[in-house]
């Protein structure tokens, strides 16, 4: 997932207003049970200072608290089949979900629980049968007690498991699965989250959250792994494990509303967190082939590579909800940053203003900027300690070019020339980011929404390998020197066409500008085997033209159809020679265009299960759905390498299924 052009390890999942992410890599991989959810926002242009660490999008989630009474709820329980060229291939995925729960003292604590299975064997096209598959094997748990101390005062438990096997996760047509890699993660999360509220209105939220997450990596086995102008060979050459643990302590109080020209809702907390880790990253060789399959380049690898790191951080935010008269809203907030390993002081402001010219309320605008700081990535607080590289050059009769260059890991500062420092860089990404949109309603049952939101941050941690030969003191420099700049116009139209049915339609354009060699680009999920020098220009994630549909209709039968047609501007992607140094202009290329047809029509029946007593009126859902309806050919790999003799040949590389 990409979040206003950065990676989603650049954003921040909050889930019942604390962090749910890796504590090392920040990405998404913690799961949240669907049916947990009450509810999710995803903020491009986040509105408000009580959130911070992050440079790109803000993702919240608010989970669903335990029911009064005793239900019980059975989903997916029936497998899905794989369909290919009109013929079934088996189980494709099999995700059962139980959720059961109701009061365990009545009025006084309430509980509930949703167990998910995961299995899935997802076929990709490109590879041959059966060794094109990646496989899944997951679970989850979530339990959740709710103590009803008073008619004013909750407290609230949560536990969540996520134990999580997948094996060849990165396959495609050019990257079979003997050089894929095995990804592996389990872990748990607490939380405790304590609310009181006092009779004049005033609200104090506590929340405490543990997490500890432990994940591995591992290739199919120890063979040297082979860069060729037709895709990858051998194993992968990178194992690594890593053990993160977080604690988060937010208290926030909410004070009375006030009226002082207009309403006031003052809302001041504190967050404050730890997060550590301990890991390790073992390599074996990387050798770059030519075309006739002489040895170009070989990649070794020195060092233990027993890594480890932790960061405190404290912040303080205060907000204000003003409303001065019926037709304008303001929100103006702060927040304070202290890091152990990054910034000393950030200091985040924000505004945001929503107006409404008419009584009705049918047109509202709304603007906003705001300053915000990222998390130092944990990836970066012992960067010198991973395996330093070595690099090794060879002609076509397989002799030495000059000696091996060793490029030392190292922290260097921004500017010209190398400028060494001894610790990780004081720093931390930091993104200001502003939005104006209008929303309209254009009849009872249809309205449409546009706006624009541009994002520009600064700081972020880069790579770049920094070869001096000819003086022997070359690095793999870790810099916060890199940028990225991002801009999107969107217009959505929604309507309601009929009773019971629900369309929307969007577009949206949209710019991504940076440096390539981010550090969670490089190395999250996978390290890459070749680093290139680090260049500014079209980030790997741009889209620059998106139309997206989704909604649901009524069909005879009561039946419902529901589809999703997303369309967009192919992704971009850069040639490479031999040693997979840039040719020309990096991400200059681009894929077709994408498309893909989604539908899904079900029905509902009565269900009446009479030993249930008062809960015996039950529903069953039974449906048919299909990804990719039409087939399309969207490829999603390449033969990049100009010494191809496939250069420029698209490949096919997606999912390819239905299920029922």
């Known amino acids: 997932m990409n979040f206003d052009g950065q990676s989603e390890s650049e954003g921040i999942l909050v889930v019942n207003s604390t962090e749910n992410v890796d504590p090392v890599t920040g990405s998404f991989a913690i799961s949240v049970p669907i049916d947990m959810i009450e509810s999710m926002v995803v903020h491009d242009a986040p509105d408000t200072a009580e959130y911070g660490g992050f440079s790109g999008g803000l993702t919240q989630i608010e989970t669903r608290p335990p029911s009064d009474a005793w ?45 998910t299975w995961e299995v899935r064997r997802q076929p990709v096209r490109g590879l041959p049968w059966p060794g094109n598959e990646t496989w899944t094997r997951g679970a989850t748990s979530f339990t959740e007690f709710q103590a009803i101390l008073s008619s004013r005062h909750l407290l609230d438990i949560n536990i969540n498991a996520f134990p999580l096997r997948r094996r060849f996760d990165d396959i495609n047509a050019l990257l079979p699965q003997t ?19 006092w009779a004049s209105g005033a609200l104090l939220n506590t929340v405490i959250r543990y997490k500890r997450f432990y994940s591995d990596a591992e290739g199919q086995g120890v063979a040297d792994m082979l860069i060729t102008p037709e895709g990858w060979g051998g194993n992968y050459f990178n194992a690594w494990s890593r053990t993160g643990n977080e604690l988060e302590f937010r208290p926030a109080f909410q004070f009375p509303s006030r009226t002082w020209h207009g309403q006031h809702e003052l809302k001041i907390g504190l967050d ?22 002489s040895l ?77 700081y990222g998390h130092v990535p944990l990836l970066a607080a012992d960067f010198t300690d991973n395996p330093a590289r070595l690099i090794s050059f060879f002609d076509p009769s397989g002799a030495p070019i000059g000696a091996p260059i060793l490029l030392r890991n190292a922290y260097l500062t921004p500017g010209p020339g190398v ?13 200001l980011n502003a939005h104006l949109e209008v929303e309209q309603q254009l009849t009872r049952n249809v309205s449409i929404h546009v706006g624009y939101l541009e994002s520009q941050t600064q700081e972020l941690f880069t790579i770049n390998p920094l070869i001096d030969s000819a003086a022997g003191n070359s690095f793999l ?21 009929v009773e019971r049915s629900e369309l929307n339609v969007s577009y949206v354009w949209s710019r991504s500008r940076g440096d390539l060699n981010t550090l969670s680009g490089l190395f999250v999920p ?13 980030l790997a994630s741009d889209v620059p033209h998106r139309v997206v549909a989704w909604g649901l209709l009524p069909l005879p039968w009561k039946l419902t ?26 991400n200059s290329s681009r894929y077709p265009t994408f498309f893909s047809l989604d539908v899904r029509v079900y029905k509902e029946f009565a269900l009446r299960v009479p030993f249930l007593g008062r809960s015996a009126n039950r529903k069953l859902r039974f449906g048919l759905y299909s990804l990719d309806v039409t087939n399309h050919q969207n490829p999603h790999a390449v033969y990049n390498e100009v010494a191809s003799p496939f250069f420029g040949r698209l490949q096919v590389s997606i999912v390819d299924w239905m299920a029922l």
Request: glycine share 12%.
């Open 526 to 538: 996978f390290e890459l085997p070749v680093i290139q020098p680090n260049v500014s220009g079209v």
């Open 561 to 586: 159809f529901s589809p999703v047609v997303d369309v967009h501007s192919g992704l971009p992607f850069s040639a490479v020679d031999v040693v997979q140094n840039y040719v020309g202009v990096p």
């Open 477 to 497: 420099g870790l810099a916060e020197s890199g940028t990225a700049h991002y801009e999107q116009v969107e217009a959505t139209v929604r309507a309601r066409p």
């Open 272 to 293: 404050l967190s730890r997060r550590d880790y301990t890991g390790t990253s073992a390599s074996h060789p990387i050798e770059l082939m030519r075309e006739d399959g």
């Open 71 to 115: 239900n019980y709820q059975v989903h997916h329980f029936l497998p899905g089949f794989r369909g290919k060229n009109g013929v079934l291939r088996g189980i494709a995925d099999f995700t059962p979900r139980l959720i059961f729960g109701g009061p365990l003292i009545k009025g006084k604590l309430n509980f509930t629980e949703e167990l």
């Open 296 to 372: 170009a380049e070989q990649v070794a690898f020195q060092g233990a590579g027993s890594l480890h790191g932790a960061a405190a951080e404290a912040a303080e935010f205060v907000e204000d909800r003003w409303r001065p008269n019926s037709h304008v809203a303001v929100d103006v907030g702060a927040r304070l940053t202290t890091q152990s390993i990054g910034r000393s002081a950030g200091f985040g402001p924000h505004v945001a203003v929503a107006y409404s010219p008419r009584q009705d309320g049918k047109t509202v605008i709304r603007a906003g900027t705001g300053t915000f």
């Open 419 to 431: 400028n060494l420092v001894q610790t990780n860089p004081g720093t931390s990404p930091r993104t």
């Open 179 to 197: 050089a894929s890699s095995n990804y592996n993660q389990n872990g748990v999360s607490v939380g405790i989250s304590d609310s009181y509220q």
